[in-house]
């Protein structure tokens, strides 16, 4: 079923009607044990998911319930749209086969946010954020947490979307040029063959780096930065010539924003990115920021059998953690709402709901193939294309499914997130699964991600 720009100015218009109606406070939020996106009321089916029904532009609560942003999509009552009801099925369908189920082949939990002309179309939350304790062992009923749709989840590498738009606000500002050589800013990047390391060329993974850095049994923080710093190319390697997906490449980008804004670099998220676009359910460590309330509620836990036990508020990525879970490829924290926003702002050119993050010009370059012609290499999936922007992969079938096209672009992270935006169609989906939970290892997210993806390119015209 295809939609039109009618249908979604009529169902936004009946959103906001039926949010006056069904507000449950004189301020129009909901309250924090029972969030519903900023005004209308959350129904939690028989099944196991949740939809918002009735949610006006007031935005996402705070971690205490207060009101949130005015930059909250805008849900069609009920998800009334008919592929709404599919996505839902489509996800509970990854889900463990009953409530004893140990083992799943999909996610215990997801969330998928899908906005159309930045309407929402779709606002739905399937399973459990916590099914499982430590060893992993299944929880019993009672000590499990169900998803919810503002339930945060760790972003793992989607993060780098953020480090890159951090990072070109600072190109905007003339205090870091992409051409130049990473050297400029962070003398202690050194080894054979990086001084022609370009700051470009961490965004677009193409610098030589390899994916990780050796940051164990150092005695500090200023250690173990020094380690990413120093972190060789990989042999044989020649900078500018071929895409290498590196999480190392971002760490350096961070650094960066850190090194010319003189913040560390949660605190330039919150006052240059989040702050500004009223994101209160996004940053790094969110059990500094969460109340003890929304910890135990809405946080999605990841692993289960780390050395470190059961996961959750506590970034997946060992060196993010052994960085203190702030670093530039990895740790920030968010809802699909928030993160939903993030795709928006890209598709606005840099502007959303009246706040400008970045230049048009600075998003058009962002958004751009930065490596045509050049070979990928990439085992975990080498049927890849070198297809990259800055901070932003291109054009990728075995996430995009049907979606992909030379102009999407998002992004993808281990613990189970994923951010898709087709201008095209002027679409955005944040599908957020805990498919680490409790060990990775279990199921593969791409299938899933492409599926949801061919749903919407067959149903979104």
Known sequence: ??????????????????????CDRPDGTAPDAAWSGGGGRTRTTGSGSADVAGTAPTGTPTPGGAPGPAGAPEPVPGNRLGYAAEVTALLKRQLPATASTFQ?????????????????????????????????????????????????????????VYTAILLLQQVERGRVDLDAPVRRYLPGFTGTGKDSVTVEMLLTHTSGLPVGAKVTGLPDNTARWNAVLSTPLLAGATPGDTFRYSSVGLMVAGK?????????????????????LGLRDTGFVPNTWLSATARATRLVATDARSSRGLLRGTVHDDVANHLGGIAGHAGIFAS??????????????????????????T????????????????PDRPH???????????????????????????????????????????LVLALLTNRAHPNWSWADPDPVRAAVADLLARSVR
Do not use: C
């Open 384 to 426: 890849r294309s070198s297809a990259h922007g800055l901070g932003v992969v291109l054009d990728q079938p075995w996430f995009m499914g049907r979606l992909s096209s030379p102009h999407t672009f998002g992004h993808t992270g281990f613990a189970g997130p994923s951010l898709l935006v087709d201008p095209a169609r002027k």
């Open 1 to 22: 079923m295809g939609i039109t720009r009618r249908t979604l100015v009529s169902a936004g218009l009946a959103a906001a009607t039926a949010t006056l109606a069904g």
């Open 104 to 160: 799943h082949s999909g996610f215990p939990g997801a969330i998928a946010t899908v906005l159309v002309r930045g309407v929402a179309t779709v606002h739905t939350a399937v399973g459990e954020a916590l099914r499982y304790g430590a060893g992993p062992k299944l929880l019993p009923a009672g000590q499990r947490v169900p998803m919810r749709p503002d339930s945060i989840f760790d972003l793992a590498s989607v993060t780098k």
């Open 363 to 378: 998003v058009a370059r962002m958004l751009r193939n930065h490596n045509a012609g050049k070979p990928a290499v990439d």
């Open 336 to 361: 699909a709402t928030d993160v939903a926003a993030i795709g928006q702002l890209l598709l606005g050119g840099g502007s959303y709901r009246g706040t400008r993050i970045l230049a048009a010009e």
């Open 256 to 276: 960066i924003v850190e090194k010319v804004t003189g913040q560390r670099l949660d605190q330039a998220l919150k006052s240059n990115l989040t702050g500004p």
